[in-house]
């Protein structure tokens, strides 16, 4: 089992930056990718940015050159800095992990709100 728990949201306005982080813990050995997802009200969980444990990194094509995905192995953390955020980032986010079984963990969530 793997533990999932987000920080660092917040409400911004347009052009600012915020940090989020999230810690894992229980069999975080057996953690193979992490990611964030975001779901906005009315439409689906989306794929913000993902990173693999030899630090291979993905984003969606809405947030390159905005968005930074890091991984410290060290303290089992993810973290999303996200910069120039824009009122269409605000949306639940979300932590993710994927195994090497391939048993897939969500955190609780963490809310983004971008206005002025």
């Known amino acids: 089992q793997v533990q999932l728990v987000e920080s660092g949201g917040g409400l911004v306005q347009p052009g600012g930056s915020l940090r989020l982080s999230c810690a894992a813990s229980?069999?975080?050995?057996?953690?193979?990718?992490m990611a964030w997802y975001r779901q906005a009200p009315g439409k689906d969980r989306e794929l913000v940015a993902s990173?693999?444990?030899?630090?291979?990194?993905n984003y969606a094509d809405s947030v390159k050159g905005r968005f930074t995905i890091s991984r410290d192995n060290t303290k089992n953390t993810v973290y999303l800095q996200m910069n120039s955020l824009k009122p269409e980032d605000t949306a639940m986010y979300y932590c993710n992990a994927v195994t090497f079984l391939n048993n897939i963990y969500w955190g609780q969530g963490t809310q983004v709100t971008v206005s002025s």
């Open positions: 229980g069999s975080i050995g057996g953690i193979k990718n």
């Open positions: 990173i693999t444990r030899n630090i291979g990194t």
